[in-house]
């Protein structure tokens, strides 16, 4: 009799293995759900699916980046979403943490890439120099534009982790020598998940991924394809400093009197009206703060081309391009207008009085 | 480039230009005529130029007691709507940081709900200077395509700003814009309509006022 082909242990079976309960398990489900602003009752739907899930394979790419995306997702203060993630996950390839390299390491992904054909998950932080044939980041002689493409090609979905991925990030920003692209520039036939930011909450990744896992769909996305649960709203929409800005009272530097009363950080360049993300609400390391409530304001960092918006101290109301100068030409050149039109006048006026005295001495 | 981008970039920066240009051309073109056109000598007893210029600009504020009754409203309104339009212009913070990120100057705002309100009511009495309008035969008659667009253009900030304000119908970041580029709109009307009365009305009465007092005429 052949025999049956074992099955990878479901994630439930998993976490019993490692003595996690069914209580703990559905406490997480409910966090999850609840940040996730999932209707009522798929606590309990996303906890099924998430137990009866087998351990999806994901291929994670990094190019263009500074392992920043890496760093907040596995230093999160948050264990058991850390370890969530990876028990949900079979990190088939990541620089950052798998124990190959080099030619083995390059192995271990086109070998996920064959066994779990149209099922991996393709997990990409960093941009994509395609400049020059995309010579400007290459990984074991292929260049991250051919890996991309090839790695993506049998992808079941991408997640662009970060901004540079995302939308370009800092490798994008002006001038952009590289020619650095997001990856949904590049990819454009498979579905796409954006999960910026510099760099992204780890509950957006991990709500994300147990989503993807346990529905076996995409999570609800605006236009700039991230998810609404975590980008949904502004920061300023949820920031507690916000009475102040309706009051008026803007702390005008980092060491006034209005910094250290807490008030709002609009005058001293804060983005936070304009940035779509969860830092307000869920906030860093654990629930402790986040950068408004560090007294520095919002970069804007989950949005496109933040790095270039005229600068982090600039206040969100001001022109971004530079005016003195054309704006004192435009001034020059409209008194010489103005005073060439004048003269015209003048001059026509004099010639018509002049006509009217000769047609008068004539009529004499 | 996003919607936002384009609003607080190239836009803003054109139509800063086309507004600088065009109101310095028209400014200086006007100011820079013949002041006395009328060649006749002033009349026994005509006030100085000074005080009948004087008297020209005050005088125009509020109207002759046989006018009273009919031009009430059109005091009344205008006032409210040009200090309304005064207030959101240059005491709500965002605007005085735009303003000092072009000129250095800078100055205390109001808190930003009570703009709000204010905003509220100048675009009430817009609305109202508008059905005023259409509803008098006299005024519809003398009415341009000017007189629309300049109320239109003056309309459309104070709506948007008051929508990004409430953050209605749309993103934040698209009403901003939306809102930006309705001001780019104004700025590049300004010179060449009506809403250059702005800058010249002070002008255009003190010159009446002159012409006037030379005739011996009373204001
Ligand atoms: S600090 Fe920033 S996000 Fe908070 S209210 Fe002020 S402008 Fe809005």
């Given at each position: 009799?052949?025999?049956?082909?074992?099955?990878?242990?479901?994630?439930?079976?998993?976490?019993q293995?490692?003595?996690?309960?069914?209580?703990?398990?559905?406490?997480?489900?409910?966090?999850?759900?609840?940040?996730?602003?999932?209707?009522?009752?798929?606590?309990?739907?996303?906890?099924?699916?998430?137990?009866?899930?087998?351990?999806?394979?994901v291929i994670?790419l990094?190019?263009q980046?500074?392992?920043?995306?890496?760093?907040?997702?596995?230093r999160?203060?948050s264990?058991?979403?850390?370890?969530?993630?990876?028990?949900?996950?079979?990190?088939?390839?990541?620089?950052?943490?798998?124990?190959?390299?080099?030619?083995a390491?390059?192995?271990?992904?086109e070998a996920a890439?064959?066994?779990?054909?149209g099922?991996?998950v393709?997990?990409?932080?960093?941009?994509?120099?395609?400049?020059?044939?995309?010579?400007?980041?290459?990984?074991?002689?292929?260049?991250?534009?051919?890996?991309?493409?090839?790695?993506?090609?049998?992808?079941l979905?991408?997640?662009?982790?970060?901004t540079c991925?995302?939308?370009?990030?800092?490798?994008k920003a002006?001038?952009n020598?590289?020619g650095?692209?997001?990856?949904?520039?590049?990819?454009?036939?498979?579905?796409?998940i954006?999960?910026?930011?510099?760099?992204?909450?780890?509950e957006?990744?991990?709500?994300?991924?147990?989503?993807?896992?346990?529905?076996?769909?995409?999570?609800e996305?605006d236009?700039l394809?991230?998810?609404k649960?975590?980008?949904g709203?502004?920061?300023?929409?949820?920031?507690?400093?916000?009475p102040?800005?309706?009051?008026?009272?803007?702390?005008?530097?980092?060491?006034?009197?209005g910094?250290?009363?807490?008030?709002c950080?609009?005058?001293v360049?804060?983005k936070g009206?304009?940035?779509y993300?969860?830092?307000?609400?869920?906030?860093w390391?654990?629930?402790?703060?986040?950068?408004?409530?560090?007294?520095?304001?919002?970069?804007?960092?989950?949005?496109?081309?933040?790095?270039?918006q005229?600068?982090f101290?600039?206040?969100?109301?001001?022109?971004?391009?530079e005016m003195?100068?054309?704006?004192?030409g435009?001034?020059?050149?409209?008194?010489?207008l103005?005073?060439g039109?004048?003269?015209?006048?003048?001059?026509?006026?004099?010639?018509?009085?002049?006509?009217q005295?000769?047609?008068e001495?004539?009529?004499? | 480039?996003t919607?936002?981008e384009?609003a607080?970039?190239?836009a803003?920066?054109?139509?800063?230009?086309?507004?600088?240009?065009?109101?310095t051309?028209?400014?200086?073109?006007?100011?820079?005529?013949?002041?006395?056109?009328v060649?006749?000598e002033?009349?026994?007893?005509?006030?100085s130029?000074?005080?009948?210029?004087?008297?020209?600009?005050?005088?125009?504020?509020?109207p002759?007691?046989?006018?009273?009754?009919?031009g009430?409203?059109?005091?009344?309104n205008?006032y409210?709507?040009?200090?309304?339009?005064?207030?959101?212009?240059?005491?709500f913070?965002?605007?005085?940081?735009f303003?000092?990120?072009?000129?250095?100057?800078s100055?205390?705002?109001?808190?930003?709900?009570?703009?709000?309100?204010?905003?509220?009511i100048?675009?009430?009495s817009?609305?109202a200077g508008?059905?005023h309008?259409l509803?008098?035969?006299?005024?519809?008659?003398?009415?341009?395509?000017d007189?629309?667009?300049?109320?239109?253009?003056?309309?459309?900030?104070?709506l948007?700003?008051?929508?990004?304000?409430?953050?209605?119908?749309?993103?934040?970041?698209?009403?901003?814009?939306?809102?930006i580029?309705?001001?780019?709109?104004?700025?590049?009307?300004?010179?060449?309509?009506?809403?250059?009365?702005?800058?010249?009305?002070?002008?255009?009465?003190?010159?009446?006022?002159?012409?006037?007092?030379?005739?011996?005429?009373?204001?």
């Amino acid at each position: 009799m052949p025999q049956e082909p074992k099955l990878a242990p479901t994630l439930g079976e998993l976490l019993q293995e490692r003595g996690v309960s069914r209580r703990a398990f559905l406490k997480y489900a409910s966090y999850l759900s609840a940040v996730m602003a999932l209707p009522a009752g798929s606590a309990t739907a996303l906890a099924e699916g998430l137990a009866n899930a087998r351990r999806q394979s994901v291929i994670w790419l990094s190019f263009q980046e500074c392992t920043g995306c890496t760093e907040s997702l596995t230093r999160s203060f948050s264990p058991t979403l850390e370890s969530l993630i990876f028990d949900l996950i079979s990190l088939d390839y990541h620089h950052t943490l798998q124990a190959a390299s080099g030619e083995a390491a390059e192995k271990a992904r086109e070998a996920a890439m064959a066994e779990n054909k149209g099922k991996y998950v393709v997990v990409v932080d960093g941009a994509v120099p395609t400049k020059d044939g995309g010579l400007y980041s290459t990984i074991a002689g292929v260049s991250n534009l051919d890996m991309l493409k090839a790695t993506a090609k049998d992808a079941l979905a991408v997640i662009a982790v970060g901004t540079c991925a995302a939308f370009g990030g800092i490798p994008k920003a002006r001038p952009n020598p590289t020619g650095a692209a997001a990856i949904d520039e590049i990819i454009t036939d498979k579905p796409i998940i954006n999960i910026p930011g510099c760099p992204p909450i780890p509950e957006a990744m991990a709500g994300v991924v147990s989503y993807l896992v346990s529905f076996g769909k995409l999570p609800e996305l605006d236009h700039l394809r991230r998810p609404k649960a975590f980008f949904g709203e502004t920061i300023h929409d949820r920031c507690y400093r916000r009475p102040f800005y309706e009051r008026g009272l803007f702390a005008e530097g980092f060491d006034d009197a209005g910094a250290r009363q807490g008030w709002c950080l609009y005058k001293v360049g804060c983005k936070g009206p304009v940035t779509y993300n969860a830092c307000a609400t869920l906030k860093w390391n654990g629930g402790v703060s986040f950068p408004i409530q560090s007294g520095h304001g919002c970069l804007g960092c989950s949005e496109p081309d933040f790095w270039d918006q005229g600068g982090f101290y600039r206040p969100l109301s001001t022109n971004l391009r530079e005016m003195g100068p054309a704006l004192a030409g435009a001034a020059l050149a409209g008194a010489a207008l103005g005073a060439g039109a004048a003269w015209a006048s003048r001059r026509h006026q004099e010639s018509y009085q002049r006509d009217q005295s000769a047609a008068e001495g004539d009529k004499k | 480039m996003t919607l936002l981008e384009f609003a607080r970039g190239p836009a803003l920066q054109v139509a800063m230009i086309i507004f600088v240009l065009g109101a310095t051309w028209r400014f200086f073109g006007a100011l820079l005529l013949p002041w006395r056109l009328v060649p006749a000598e002033p009349r026994k007893g005509a006030p100085s130029p000074i005080a009948a210029a004087f008297k020209g600009v005050v005088v125009k504020m509020w109207p002759h007691k046989p006018f009273q009754k009919a031009g009430m409203f059109t005091f009344v309104n205008g006032y409210i709507l040009h200090f309304g339009l005064a207030i959101v212009v240059f005491l709500f913070a965002p605007h005085i940081l735009f303003i000092k990120g072009l000129t250095g100057l800078s100055w205390p705002a109001l808190p930003s709900n009570l703009v709000y309100t204010v905003g509220v009511i100048t675009m009430a009495s817009l609305v109202a200077g508008l059905v005023h309008r259409l509803r008098s035969p006299v005024l519809r008659l003398i009415s341009r395509f000017d007189d629309y667009l300049s109320w239109l253009l003056t309309l459309l900030p104070v709506l948007t700003g008051l929508l990004a304000a409430a953050h209605l119908g749309a993103r934040y970041e698209t009403l901003l814009a939306v809102h930006i580029l309705s001001i780019c709109a104004f700025l590049i009307w300004f010179p060449f309509g009506k809403l250059m009365h702005a800058f010249m009305f002070v002008f255009s009465r003190a010159m009446t006022g002159v012409r006037m007092g030379q005739r011996g005429a009373e204001l």
